[in-house]
Structures are given as C-alpha cells and as structure tokens.
C-alpha cells in the first residue's frame, strides 16, 4: 500500500469517525431533550374510569376493577379466565371477599354485614358446609351444615321450641344438632 492509498483510508477514517462522534452527540442532546420534556410532566392526582384492567403477557386479563351490578368490585381471574378470588362491597356497604375454585364455584366467602363479621365455607357444589360468626350482639357461633341439611352448632345460636314456637338464645358453651326441618334433635347444656 503507498503512502497516498494510506493517506486516503486515514482520510476516509478520520472524516467517518467526526460523523459518528456528530451522530452520538446528536442522540445525546435528543435523549436528554426527551427525559427532560417527559420528566417535567406533572403525575395526575387521579383519573376516571368505568373499568380498570390488568392484563397478563398475553393479553389475558387478570385483575378487572369495576362496577358489577351497580356495586364496586375488584375480581381476580386465572389463567383460563375464570374468576378465582372477588372483593367488593354489597348494596347495604358491608365488605365481601369470595374465593372461587377453578370451575367458578364459590368456595369460601367473607363478609361483616348487619349481622357481623363471618367467614362461610362451602362445598363443591356451593352449598354451605361450615360457617364461623361472630353476631352483631358479639355472640361466638359456629355452624356445620351437611348436604341434607342436618346441622350442628357450637356457641351461640337461637332455638325455636316447637310445641310453643317460643325462641331461646343458647350459651357460647352449648351444642346443638337439628335435623333437615332444623328440628332440634340433640343439645347441650
């Protein structure tokens, strides 16, 4: 290579590199101009929707946030979008959660209404089985409830006698088993 090929390529170099090093500080400046406009852009305080979705890496929604039924709740849905867990506050403003399992069954719900805090464990069809409550007069009460509607329960619970129709409030120490016509059957004390 002679000395005036050699001096062109350096040529050619040079020139090529003040482009580059032009280029890279023209990038530089816009990026700069463009983090400065986009970080001076005030955050809202709030904004309004009817509807609010997360979506998952697919599109999926996962988490919907909206009015059901003219009452606010927030739903939690699975993969196969089925709604798997949903929160939510009922027409009298008491606070509800339902979990549901994979076929869309309520399984598990909690609420404190007007007649207090309790948690309702159902089976598989959705019927109730098992519920834990604390009354709105602060009375403990748990109930067991089969498929053919025998019922034990433990704490608290109102009974009704059947000759006279009158009404008894049991202890938090008692049992109770009624039958399908909620009959009593058996109690303590």
């Known amino acids: 290579m002679s000395e005036t090929e050699l001096a062109g390529r350096l040529e050619r170099l040079e020139r090529d590199n003040r482009r580059l090093k032009r280029f890279a500080l023209a990038a530089l400046v816009l990026a700069a101009t463009l983090a400065t406009i986009y970080a001076t852009q005030p955050v809202p305080e709030s904004f309004t ?17 909206g009015m059901l039924l ?19 506050v009922d027409s009298s403003g008491a606070p509800n959660i339902y979990f549901n399992d994979a076929q869309g069954t309520p399984r598990m719900d909690m609420s404190i209404g ?7 464990l ?14 709105a007069s602060g009375q403990p ?18 009974t009704i006698t059947p000759t006279t129709g ?6 938090a120490a008692s049992i109770v088993m009624s039958d399908k016509g909620h009959r009593i059957i058996w109690r303590a004390p």
């Open 49 to 65: 929707a009817h509807e609010f979705n997360v979506v998952d890496d697919s599109g999926g929604v996962r988490v919907k946030m």
């Open 70 to 88: 003219g009452k606010p709740v927030i739903t939690f849905f699975d993969a196969q979008n089925m709604p798997r867990a949903l929160m939510g």
């Open 114 to 120: 007007e007649s207090g805090p309790y948690i309702m």
């Open 122 to 135: 159902r089976d598989a069809g959705g019927n109730p089985g098992a519920r834990l409550e604390v009354t």
């Open 141 to 158: 009460e748990i109930s067991l409830l089969d498929q053919q509607g025998f019922g034990l329960f433990l704490g608290n619970t109102s």
């Open 166 to 171: 009158g009404t008894a409030q049991t202890s």
